[in-house]
């Protein structure tokens, strides 16, 4: 039997319904708030309250909460079924459970761990240290680019804006970044973006047959492609097969101190809780 669903600023009222199953002949009966039933188990507002997310007006609270209780029917009819068609010996999930428990309880006590404990601050001296030590680890496969490109519409009125890019600095960026943002353009302008050459030419379609002179050249490119008009000013280059430039990669570079911090505070908690365990015989190894 499927129990219907009540806006949920009306939880008081359904406490007090009866429900074709309460008290009426269907055994021992359902919680005054039960909103669904399958065997023995019950499926409450309470329970459903705490599915739907926050925020929704009424009409959509409703069709989440009738949602949740279909499929959790739909479920408990299924799972029914399968420890109806299961002999005991496939149910016998005793290990995997206590496995699967204690998996979720050491990422949990880990996480926190490590949130309330690990410092996250990496300085651009040690940055640059561990750089210039693992540089095997930064090793480019393919070019990668600094640069400043426009892509705009063909249509677009130029004017004057091929040779002020070609010249512009700091100061006149945001005459060009608005002249982009009246003519509909795409842009890249912020210089410090490091790009594969993969990565760069699917936004700016350029060929590229003299790969490394190209890169070099610091001059400005001028290009008409589908029905586009594209800008580009190369700023800086690295070359494949090579270690990246450290601005290209060091967010990286954090990322692998901060981690390399991350597995040292844990084993330096798990090596302090196993002498401890010892120390004080609440862990002892038997022949």
Same mark, same amino acid.
């Given at each position: 039997?499927?129990?219907?669903?009540?806006?949920? %600023?009306?939880?008081?009222?359904?406490?007090?319904?009866?429900?074709?199953?309460?008290?009426?002949?269907? %055994?021992?009966?359902?919680?005054?708030? +039960?909103?669904?039933?399958?065997? !023995?188990?019950?499926? $409450?507002?309470? =329970?459903?309250?705490?599915?739907?997310?926050? %925020?929704?007006?009424?009409?959509?609270?409703?069709?989440?909460?009738?949602?949740?209780?279909?499929?959790?029917?739909?479920?408990?009819?299924?799972? @029914?079924? /399968?420890?109806? /068609?299961?002999?005991? !010996?496939?149910?016998?999930?005793?290990?995997?459970? $206590? *496995?699967?428990?204690?998996? #979720?309880?050491?990422? /949990?006590?880990?996480?926190?761990?490590?949130?309330?404990? =690990?410092? $996250?601050?990496?300085?651009?001296?040690? +940055? #640059?240290?561990?750089?210039?030590?693992?540089? @095997?680890? &930064?090793?480019?496969?393919?070019?990668?680019?600094?640069? #400043?490109?426009?892509?705009?519409?063909?249509?677009?009125?130029?004017?004057?804006?091929?040779?002020?890019?070609?010249?512009?600095?700091?100061?006149?960026?945001?005459?060009?970044?608005?002249?982009?943002?009246?003519? %509909?353009?795409?842009?890249?302008?912020?210089?410090?973006?490091?790009?594969?050459?993969? +990565?760069?030419?699917?936004?700016?379609?350029?060929? &590229?047959?003299? $790969?490394?002179?190209?890169?070099?050249?610091?001059?400005?490119?001028?290009?008409?492609?589908?029905?586009?008009?594209? #800008?580009?000013? &190369?700023?800086?280059? /690295?070359?494949?097969?090579?270690? *990246?430039?450290?601005?290209?990669?060091?967010? !990286?570079?954090?990322?692998?101190?901060?981690?390399?911090?991350?597995?040292? =505070?844990? =084993?330096?908690?798990?090596?302090?809780?196993?002498?401890?365990?010892?120390?004080?015989?609440? *862990?002892?190894?038997?022949?």
């Amino acid at each position: 039997m499927q129990g219907r669903v009540l806006p949920f %600023g009306w939880w008081a009222i359904a406490c007090g319904l009866c429900w074709g199953w309460i008290g009426c002949g269907d %055994g021992a009966g359902a919680p005054a708030e +039960a909103l669904a039933r399958v065997g !023995e188990h019950v499926l $409450t507002a309470n =329970l459903v309250a705490q599915r739907i997310p926050q %925020g929704l007006n009424m009409d959509d609270s409703t069709t989440a909460a009738n949602r949740y209780v279909d499929q959790w029917m739909r479920e408990q009819i299924l799972i @029914a079924q /399968a420890e109806a /068609a299961l002999s005991p !010996e496939e149910t016998a999930f005793d290990e995997e459970l $206590t *496995a699967y428990r204690n998996a #979720l309880l050491l990422h /949990a006590f880990k996480e926190r761990y490590i949130n309330e404990r =690990l410092d $996250t601050e990496v300085s651009e001296e040690e +940055a #640059l240290s561990f750089y210039n030590v693992n540089q @095997a680890s &930064f090793m480019l496969s393919d070019y990668a680019v600094r640069a #400043l490109f426009i892509n705009a519409p063909e249509t677009a009125v130029m004017d004057t804006i091929p040779q002020a890019f070609a010249e512009v600095d700091s100061t006149g960026m945001l005459e060009i970044e608005r002249w982009c943002v009246e003519n %509909g353009a795409i842009y890249g302008l912020d210089g410090d973006t490091w790009w594969t050459l993969s +990565a760069f030419t699917k936004e700016v379609p350029m060929n &590229f047959y003299r $790969t490394e002179s190209q890169l070099s050249s610091r001059r400005l490119v001028d290009f008409e492609a589908d029905g586009r008009h594209f #800008l580009v000013r &190369f700023l800086e280059h /690295a070359l494949k097969d090579e270690v *990246a430039p450290f601005s290209a990669v060091r967010s !990286e570079v954090v990322e692998m101190i901060v981690h390399r911090r991350q597995q040292e =505070l844990l =084993l330096a908690m798990e090596e302090q809780l196993v002498l401890k365990a010892w120390a004080e015989g609440d *862990a002892e190894k038997f022949d």
